[in-house]
C-alpha cells in the first residue's frame, strides 16, 4: 500500500487476492450456494408440463388400379402428389374418422350430426392441431408425428392416424369397386327373394290346377313367347345398366371431381359413347403432362377441364337417349308378347297361366345367376384392390419426456453465477473496508513498526489445546482464565511462543531506558488486557521482576485473569488509603486465589510477577491517574522492579491512557486485525504523541491466515499451533516429526521478523 496526502491505493498481488477469497469465503459460498439453490428451486416450481412424443410412419407407394382398369374399360395414369398426401394427413376428414376410432365421437354419428356439434368439432381440431404429417426427405416415407401430455395417448392417436390413413386411401382408390360390391349384394337380396316368391307361385299353381309337364300345349307359342322373354330380359338387364351408368354419371358431375376416368357402362352403348369415352382418357394423359410442369390455376389446365365438363355432358346425353331407345325397345317387346299371346288365344288358359309363372321363374333365375356371376367378379377385383399406403413403422410408447427440467445444470449454473457474484460483492468490500490487517499497511500507514503479532484461537483449538492435561478445565470459567493465561498454562504452544517473540522484540527496541510501559488500544475487546498479562508472565519467565498493574478503573480484568481479589489496589493507593506496595498481591495471593497452588505451580515464572488490581471503580478516572501519587507510584515501582506493565483503558473511550502517556517510557498499541478503520487508528498515534507519548510499536492481536497475508506465509495453521517444541510428544507422536519442521521454519521466521524490526530501529 502508498500513502499520499489526498488519496490511498493499494496494489494488490495474486496471493492477496486469494487471501481476499479466503477472508471472504462466507459470503462467496453464501451466494452460491443461495442462487444455485434458488435456480433450482424456480426451475423445479416453473417447470412445464410434461410433454412425450410418438410417432409413426407410413411409405406412400403409387401402384396401378387394377379395380379401375376393370371399371373404367382400360389402362389410366395414376398421379400422386406427396405434398397433397401431407394435406390429406391433416385434413378435418381424416381427423374425424380418428376421432371415430379413438372412441372420442360415437361411430354412429353421420358426417352431418358430427359437423352440427361445436363440442365435437372443437376436438376434432384439438386432434388437428396435435398432429404433425412431414416427409422424410426426398422419400416416400412420411413421418406422424404426435405430442402430448400423455405417453399413452401420444402413441394410440399417432397408431391411429397412421391405420385410418391407410384405410381412407384404401377405401378411396377402390371406390368403385366397394360401391360395385354394396350395389350386387343388395339385387341379390332383392332377386333371390322375388325368385322364391315366383317358385313358390309356380308350385302352388300347378297342385291347385294339378297340372304336370305333360299337360302344357302351345308348343309354339311358348317357344316364340319364350324368346321374346330373352330378348326382354337382355334388354332389361341393359337398362339397368344405362341407368346405374347415369347415376354414377350424374353423382361425378356433381361432385366436380373432374379425374379424367373412363365411364364404364357393362355392354355396347354407342359408337359415339365409346368415341367420348375414348377422348375422355386422352385428356387425361394430357392432364397428367400438364400437370407436371403446371398448376391447377394455369389457363391450358383450367380449358382442359372444361372440356372434360363438356364430354361428361355429352355423354349424359347419350346415356340419356340410349335410355329412352332401350325404353321403347322394351316397350316394343312387350307389345310382341301381348300379340303373340293375341295370337294363340285358342290355347288352354291353365297351360297359358303355368308357362306365364314359369317364365317369371325362368327370367329371376337367370338375373339371380347373372348377379352371382358379377358378384364373384366384383370379389375377384376387390381382392386385387389398390394400396398405395403401408405402415413402415409403429407408433411406441415413449418413456422420456422432450422438454425434460434440467434441474442440476439450472443450479450448477446459478452456483457458478452466484460465486462470481459473490466474488464481485467481496471484492466490493474489500475495497470499501477502510481498516488495515496486514504487517505492511500497519507500519506504513502509522509510521511504527509492528513488534509482535498474536495468532487467534477458536473455541474447538482452545478446548484440544488443553485437553489431556488433568489439572486444566476445558470449559467454563477455568477455560476462559487458562486462555487469558496461555503463556503461563501452555508454555510449549505457538501462541505462547508469540507473546515471548514480543518480548523478545520489545527487549531489542528498547535502549536499557523503558523500564514503565503502557499497554493500550484503540477500542474496547482488542486483547490489550490479555497481551498486558502475558507479556507480565513472559517477561516474569526470563528471570526478571515484573509489576502487573490494572490502570483501567473502569472495566478492570486482571483480577479475573490471575484468580485475585479487586480491593484493594491501585485506587486505594492513589487515594492514599494506603501504600500500594500494601496492595500488590504476590505470588502467595495467587496461589490462594481462585487458579490454586497446583495450576499456579504449573510454570515457574508466576513468583516473579507482583499483580496490582484496580481496587474499587472511582468517579473520576482520569483525575485520579493525574494526582501527583501516581508520579509517585510509578517512580518508585521503576526502581524496584525490572520492568512495569500498566494495562490502560481503549484511547477512543478514555482519556486515561493520555494522562499518564508521557509518564511512562513506552506505549505499547494493540490493534485487533479489522476492528477499527484505518482513520481511527491513526487518530489514537497522534493523540499519544501530541502528549509527549512514545510508542514502542503495535501488537497485532487475533491473526490469521485468513485476514492477514502476512502471516499466512508464516504456515501456522492450528494443526501445529497447539503445541510447540515435545511437550506432548507422548500424545501426539504422530506429529512430532512434522512439528519439528515447523519449530524449524518458526524460530527462522521469528528471527527474520526480529532483525528487521531491530534494523528498522537502528535507522
Known amino acids: 500500500m502508498t500513502q499520499s496526502n489526498t488519496t490511498q491505493t493499494y496494489e494488490l498481488n495474486l496471493e492477496e487476492y486469494w487471501q481476499v477469497i479466503l477472508r471472504r469465503r462466507w459470503i462467496i459460498i453464501f451466494c452460491s450456494l443461495a442462487i444455485g439453490v434458488f435456480s433450482a428451486l424456480f426451475t423445479w416450481i416453473n417447470q412445464p408440463p410434461a410433454l412425450y412424443s410418438s410417432s409413426a410412419s407410413v411409405k406412400i407407394e403409387p401402384t396401378l388400379n387394377v379395380a379401375e382398369i376393370f371399371t373404367g374399360g382400360g389402362a389410366r395414369q395414376s398421379f400422386n402428389d406427396m405434398k397433397t398426401q401431407l394435406l390429406v394427413l391433416e385434413s378435418y376428414a381424416l381427423m374425424e374418422r380418428v376421432a371415430q376410432h379413438m372412441g372420442i365421437i360415437p361411430q354412429t354419428l353421420s358426417s352431418e350430426e358430427i359437423r352440427a356439434n361445436p363440442d365435437y368439432v372443437d376436438d376434432i381440431l384439438d386432434l388437428k392441431d396435435s398432429v404433425n404429417a412431414s416427409q422424410d426427405g426426398d422419400t416416400g416415407i412420411i413421418q406422424i408425428s404426435v405430442v402430448s401430455r400423455s405417453a399413452k395417448y401420444a402413441r394410440d392417436l399417432a397408431q391411429a392416424v397412421a391405420d385410418e390413413f391407410e384405410t381412407f386411401n ?5 371406390k368403385k369397386v366397394f360401391e360395385a360390391k354394396k ?4 339385387q341379390l337380396l332383392v332377386v333371390g327373394d322375388r325368385l322364391k316368391v315366383s317358385e313358390e307361385a309356380v308350385r302352388t299353381y300347378r297342385q291347385k290346377n294339378h297340372l304336370t309337364a305333360s299337360n302344357s300345349d302351345g308348343t309354339v307359342m311358348t317357344r316364340i313367347i319364350g324368346d321374346l322373354d330373352q330378348e326382354y330380359r337382355q334388354a332389361i338387364a341393359h337398362l339397368n345398366d344405362l341407368k346405374f351408368a347415369s347415376k354414377q354419371l350424374n353423382l361425378r358431375v ?5 379425374d379424367y376416368h ?3 357402362v357393362s355392354g355396347n352403348v354407342s359408337a359415339y359413347f365409346d368415341q367420348l369415352n375414348k377422348r375422355l382418357v386422352e385428356m387425361a394423359l394430357k392432364h397428367t403432362e400438364l400437370s407436371t410442369n403446371y398448376t391447377d390455376e394455369h389457363p391450358q389446365i383450367q380449358e382442359l377441364r372444361q372440356q372434360a365438363k363438356d ?6 346425353d347419350e346415356l340419356s337417349k340410349q335410355l329412352e331407345l332401350t325404353q321403347q325397345r322394351i ?3 312387350q307389345d310382341s308378347i301381348l300379340a303373340t299371346k293375341h295370337k294363340y288365344e285358342g290355347a288352354p288358359g291353365q297351360g297359358l297361366g303355368l308357362m306365364r309363372l314359369e317364365r317369371i321363374v325362368k327370367t329371376n333365375e337367370e338375373l339371380f345367376s347373372m348377379l352371382e356371376k358379377k358378384y364373384q367378379e366384383v370379389l375377384i377385383k376387390e381382392s386385387e384392390k389398390i394400396q398405395e399406403v403401408s405402415l413402415v413403422r409403429p407408433a411406441m410408447l415413449s418413456k422420456v419426456r422432450i422438454n425434460p427440467v434440467k434441474i442440476s445444470q439450472t443450479a450448477i449454473a446459478g452456483a457458478i453465477l452466484g460465486v462470481v457474484l459473490g466474488l464481485i460483492v467481496s471484492l466490493i468490500l474489500e475495497s470499501m473496508d477502510s481498516s488495515v490487517g496486514t504487517i505492511e499497511e500497519v507500519e506504513s500507514f502509522l509510521d511504527v513498526s509492528v513488534i509482535g503479532f498474536v495468532p487467534h484461537i477458536g473455541d474447538d483449538e482452545a478446548t484440544e489445546l488443553f485437553s489431556g492435561v488433568p489439572e486444566l478445565s476445558t470449559s467454563g470459567a477455568d477455560l476462559e482464565r487458562q486462555l487469558r493465561l496461555v503463556s503461563h498454562f501452555s508454555p510449549p504452544s505457538t501462541i505462547a511462543e508469540a507473546y515471548r517473540s514480543l518480548r523478545t522484540n520489545l527487549l531489542f527496541s528498547q535502549t536499557g531506558q523503558q523500564r514503565v510501559i503502557l499497554v493500550t488500544s484503540s477500542t474496547a475487546k482488542e486483547g490489550k488486557s490479555t497481551i498486558a498479562a502475558n507479556l507480565s508472565v513472559v517477561v516474569a519467565q526470563q528471570g526478571a521482576r515484573v509489576l502487573l498493574i490494572d490502570g483501567d478503573l473502569r472495566k478492570p480484568m486482571q483480577h479475573h485473569t490471575f484468580g485475585l481479589k479487586r480491593v484493594p489496589g491501585l485506587s486505594e493507593a492513589l487515594l492514599g488509603q494506603l501504600t500500594w506496595q500494601e496492595a500488590c498481591n504476590r505470588f502467595s495471593d495467587v496461589m490462594l486465589g481462585d487458579m490454586g497452588i497446583d495450576q499456579a505451580l504449573m510454570t515457574p515464572g508466576l513468583d516473579q510477577l507482583d499483580i496490582l488490581a484496580c481496587g474499587r471503580v472511582n468517579a473520576s478516572p482520569p483525575d485520579l491517574l493525574a494526582s501527583p501519587m501516581m508520579d509517585t507510584i510509578l517512580k518508585e515501582a521503576r526502581e524496584e522492579y525490572d520492568m512495569v506493565i500498566i494495562d490502560m483503558p481503549p484511547l477512543l473511550h478514555t482519556t486515561d491512557a493520555t494522562v499518564i502517556a508521557s509518564k511512562v517510557d513506552g506505549i505499547l498499541l494493540v490493534y485487533h486485525i479489522g476492528s477499527v478503520v484505518r482513520g481511527a487508528l491513526k487518530r489514537v498515534k497522534m493523540n499519544i504523541e501530541n502528549v509527549g507519548g512514545h510508542v514502542l ?4 492481536n487475533g491473526v490469521r491466515g485468513d485476514l492477514s497475508p502476512d502471516y499466512a506465509t508464516y504456515k501456522m495453521d492450528h494443526y501445529y499451533a497447539y503445541a510447540y517444541g515435545e511437550h506432548e510428544q507422548g500424545q501426539r507422536s504422530t506429529w512430532t516429526r512434522y512439528q519439528a519442521k515447523v519449530k524449524k521454519y518458526f524460530h527462522q521466521a521469528l ?8 534494523r528498522e530501529h537502528d535507522k
Open 331 to 333: 316397350e316394343s317387346i
Open 751 to 758: 528471527l527474520r521478523v526480529s532483525t528487521l524490526l531491530h
Open 170 to 174: 384404401i377405401e378411396d382408390k377402390n
Open 697 to 700: 510499536g503495535v501488537v497485532l
Open 262 to 264: 373412363a365411364v364404364s
Open 183 to 186: 350395389f350386387i349384394e343388395q
Open 311 to 316: 364430354i361428361l355432358a355429352s355423354m349424359l
Open 254 to 258: 356433381k361432385k366436380g371431381q373432374w
